[in-house]
């Protein structure tokens, strides 16, 4: 017995004879894969193949074994293998793992800027330093494929659409207010600051079911998770003054902003064409408060209010004068709070949102009251299941009470609304190459008392390494304009039904992109007054109701980006087609309406300066005639504006003063002095008219943003 | 017989524990070498690869040491940093992220080496596309920094990824040589007191830092 011992001390673990392990790793195409992990699992025995995929080691195991092979950028494979003279020719071949090249993406209908996705056509920058678009959000928008352009009014118009079917969405929550409070022909800016969010989608038609209330487009916006810097901000320019302070913590940051802001000096140096008697003074304040509830939990509650007084003679047709003198008091309020969690490696992700916006707007016409108040309260829960493969399946819903007034010569309108809706979305992966969502969504609205089935379909066909197809379908409803529900509350959905087909290329900082479109409308409200047409955008739909309007929208819209061909030189082209007609409002016939441009071109161009410091940037938007009424021709609508041009330049400089970064801004819009026009009216004699058009034309404005802070760091993008 | 036996199983299994382990800290040593060895200003991107290999193979038959994951997020993280392009520099960060996080499971919570690398890694990723991504890394810089100096203000290499990354920011930007010089002073006499648990723990950084002094003054 004895020696059997003795033997078993000598045997040690490093003394069994060793057998040769050897192959080949390549990708499913055959392609060697070089610097790939080759192991035995539980074992220090392996290697990295060569330049030519080969692999060899020794090993000392005996029978079976676990062979790992492994790969940045593709799936892990293992094998069980008998380890005997004949394992000197592995082949493995591995599995790319899905991502941004080789995983088509939904993308017809939408046009994101982001600073996470590649995918993304914009970035949340690009908002503030195209020209022209005066660090709007809403500016920026209307330079991309799919928008028109209306210069007298705010809004977003997206194919065919008007400035009403587009709703601003902020993390889920509808807006109520997105823009300071409307005033005869003169475009509003939006109410929110670009450096509010992280990412910024524009829909142009096709959007998810998650939706709802539009029948055009969603813009949605999703705020920042963190403050961007802690410290101190001034910002000082031509219409306003204003601080920001954030302060983060380990868990919570806090941002809060203040400012008061008054045209008076603009307005002093910059012409106008509107007879001002208070020139707009307006002051607000936010505070956004951001705490991490666990691990994956964020609870975000932002809250805003602002006031602002302005008084001006508007130009009135109607009244022998010729002008009218309007007095416009607007306090609005927004309170918005989300929580946002995910569990379980992600597989459950939850989105929650409360909030609540009221507005009140005194206004008075030549001292008759005019005012207008509304109160939306709302809340959302959204949940998200990620499944195997990348699929995912969504549902949740949301509830709004909406509470509505106007007064109108002394009348009050009043209208309450209560409206729900319930969707379900699935993400589907037939293929890396293949993919489609599939949403349903159902609305019910208290004053149209009625439930409404919105389906909703996107497919995305991946046909090369950089290029796809994209379909997107759906059914859009929409509430009336509320002026409509005043007076008839037997009124139903309006309705839009959508089909666009998309291609793009995305390749080396190069983007091609082409879409086509056609939109039907149905259900439309038209109305019966029994009186001619009455061109006034700001009268008060008296006249009988009913839903039996319609119309279409069709077109297509072209988009260009080249980031890469001259250094520090970003420059995009879009050019937008559309032809559409309707049959709604007061309209006896089928016509174009008057927001409509059937061509619309932007040339957008950037460069940055490294030895300056400087970003300099310039815009050409180009927007075909759109129609007016002219109450002596007989074919309605058949008039058209002149064609609108404006080019604008915008140059940012980036400076160091003590350690505080500073930038500096100018911009001077419609550099040429254009004497564009928008529209025409003309008084109720039909004798004369008059040319609506910009606020001012040529106009120029400089300002700067110190941050006292310093850990900001700044880099080009930075302004 | 019974105790003789009983010897003899305890002897051999001692002996494989033995190996075993001298079988790790051969391993791991041979590694940590082979990432000494390699050229600072330009090593072979090969090379590297087969060393962070090495370190994934060795934390896979180690799975209860959290070092060897270690070295192998470090090795991806100095791929992340000489990839060829956008894509490939992501997927080596992408990986050095997944190592850290598996290290962190086995540790519990994560130790102050752990995020050292976490912000290392993040640096990176901001160099990879500053333009887009400074906005959302240098945070996470910042914050995995500070979380390591609570866990351990002695740990040097806090002071020098403070340091290059400073040196490496323009001055407009409030960056320089001159404003990164304070920071590698103190990371160089960090250094100068530093004792490492053991000789396979981390222990890098101090080469670089005073590489770097060198051309601030």
Aim: proline residues 4%; glycine residues 8%.
């Amino acid at each position: 017995m004895k020696p059997f011992y003795c033997l078993l001390i000598f045997v040690s673990p490093l003394a069994f004879s060793q057998k040769m392990i050897g192959g080949k790793i390549t990708d499913k195409k055959g392609n060697p894969l070089v610097g790939a992990n080759v192991f035995l699992k539980g074992t220090y025995d392996g290697s990295t193949t060569d330049a030519a995929g080969m692999f060899s080691f020794k090993t000392s195991e005996k029978d079976t074994a676990t062979i790992s092979a492994s790969y940045v950028g593709f799936e892990l494979s293992e094998k069980k293998i008998r380890i005997n003279e004949n394992t000197a020719n592995l082949i493995f071949k591995l599995d790319e793992l899905a991502n941004e090249l080789n995983t088509v993406v939904i993308t017809a209908g939408a046009f994101e800027a982001s600073d996470e996705k590649r995918m993304a056509m914009l970035k949340p920058l690009d908002i503030v330093t195209t020209a022209g678009a005066a660090a709007d959000i809403t500016g920026a928008m209307q330079f991309l494929p799919g928008a028109q352009r209306v210069g007298e009014q705010e809004g977003l118009f997206v194919r065919g659409g008007s400035g009403q079917e587009t709703k601003v969405v902020i993390d889920g929550m509808i807006v109520q207010n997105p823009f300071f409070s409307s005033l005869p022909d003169v475009q509003q800016r939006g109410r929110f600051n670009p450096f509010m969010f992280k990412g910024t989608s524009f829909s142009t038609g096709g959007y998810s079911a998650q939706y709802g209330q539009a029948l055009s487009s969603v813009l949605l916006l999703n705020t920042t998770d963190k403050a961007n810097n802690n410290g101190l901000g001034i910002s000082l320019n031509m219409a306003n003054a204003g601080v920001n302070y954030d302060y983060a913590f380990k868990n919570q940051s806090v941002s809060a902003v203040a400012y008061y802001g008054n045209l008076k000096p603009l307005f002093a140096v910059v012409k106008q064409n509107v007879e001002w008697l208070h020139e707009p003074e307006f002051k607000g304040s936010s505070l956004t408060y951001r705490l991490k509830t666990s691990k994956n939990g964020v609870l975000k509650v932002y809250g805003m209010y602002s006031d602002s007084h302005l008084s001006m003679n508007t130009k009135d047709p109607s009244v022998e004068a010729g002008t009218m003198r309007l007095n416009l008091k607007n306090r609005n309020a927004f309170m918005t709070s989300t929580l946002t969690d995910s569990w379980k490696d992600g597989k459950w992700s939850l989105n929650s949102g409360f909030s609540y916006s009221r507005n009140t707007d005194d206004m008075t016409f030549d001292a008759v009251n005019f005012g207008r108040f509304d109160e939306r309260t709302q809340a959302r829960v959204v949940l998200t299941r990620l499944l195997t493969g990348n699929n995912t399946i969504l549902f949740g819903g949301e509830a709004h009470a909406i509470n509505l007034q106007n007064r109108v010569d002394g009348t009050t309108y009043k209208l309450k609304d209560r409206y729900a809706a319930a969707f379900a979305e699935s993400e589907i992966y037939i293929t890396r190459q293949l993919a489609g969502r599939i949403g349903m969504r159902s609305e019910y609205s208290s004053v149209i008392n009625r439930l409404n089935w919105a389906p909703r379909l996107s497919f995305a066909l991946k046909s090369g390494r950089f290029s796809q197809f994209s379909l997107a379908a759906g059914q859009f409803y929409q509430n009336p304009d509320y002026r409509y529900l005043y007076l008839n509350k037997n009124l139903n959905y309006e309705r839009a039904d959508h089909l666009i087909l998309n291609f793009q290329i995305i390749k080396n900082q190069r983007t091609f992109r082409i879409e086509t479109f056609y939109k039907n409308y149905a259900q439309l409200v038209r109305e019966f007054t029994g009186q001619p047409y009455d061109a006034d955008p700001y009268r008060f739909p008296w006249g009988t109701t009913n839903n039996g309007g319609k119309g279409y929208a069709r077109g297509f819209d072209f988009f260009w980006r080249d980031q890469k061909t001259v250094k520090n030189l970003d420059y995009w082209v879009t050019y937008s087609f559309v032809d559409s007609k309707r049959l709604f409002q007061q309209f006896d016939t089928e016509a174009t309406p008057t927001f409509i441009s059937n061509h619309n071109v932007s040339l957008i161009t950037k460069k940055w300066f490294e030895k300056i410091k400087t970003n300099l940037s310039m815009t050409y938007a180009f927007t075909s005639g759109r129609p007016y009424f002219n109450p002596n021709n007989d074919e309605f609508l058949k008039d058209k504006t002149p064609a609108v041009h404006n080019v604008s330049i915008q140059a940012s400089k980036l400076h160091a003063i003590k350690g505080n970064l500073v930038i500096f801004y100018a911009s001077v819009d419609n550099i040429l002095n254009t004497k564009n026009v928008f529209t025409y009216r003309y008084t109720p004699d039909g004798k004369s008219r008059y040319a609506v058009g910009p606020q001012s034309y040529r106009s120029f404005f400089v300002g700067m943003q110190i941050m006292l802070s310093k850990k900001a760091k700044v880099s080009k993008d930075d302004f | 017989m019974k105790k003789l036996l009983t010897t003899l199983v305890l002897i051999f299994a001692v002996t494989v524990v033995f190996a075993q382990n001298e079988k790790y800290s051969q391993a791991m040593t041979s590694g940590i070498g082979a990432l000494k060895g390699l050229d600072k200003e330009k090593p072979d991107v090969k090379v590297l690869q087969d060393i962070a290999n090495r370190f994934e193979r060795i934390a896979a038959a180690e799975p209860k040491e959290w070092l060897p994951k270690y070295y192998a997020a470090y090795s991806y993280v100095l791929l992340g940093y000489y990839g060829a392009n956008l894509t490939e520099k992501d997927q080596y960060l992408d990986k050095a992220g997944a190592l850290i996080k598996d290290a962190e499971a086995l540790l519990g919570k994560p130790n102050d080496e752990l995020l050292v690398m976490q912000a290392y890694q993040s640096q990176i990723h901001l160099a990879a596309d500053a333009m887009n991504r400074w906005q959302s890394d240098g945070p996470k810089f910042t914050e995995y920094l500070e979380a390591a100096k609570s866990a351990n203000p002695e740990n040097p290499r806090i002071y020098y990824l403070e340091g290059s990354n400073l040196f490496f920011t323009p001055e407009e930007y409030g960056g320089g040589k001159k404003v990164a010089q304070p920071l590698l002073e103190k990371a160089k006499q960090k250094f100068s007191t530093f004792k490492p648990e053991s000789t396979i723990h981390p222990d890098w950084g101090q080469i670089e830092t005073e590489s770097m002094l060198s051309q601030s003054n």
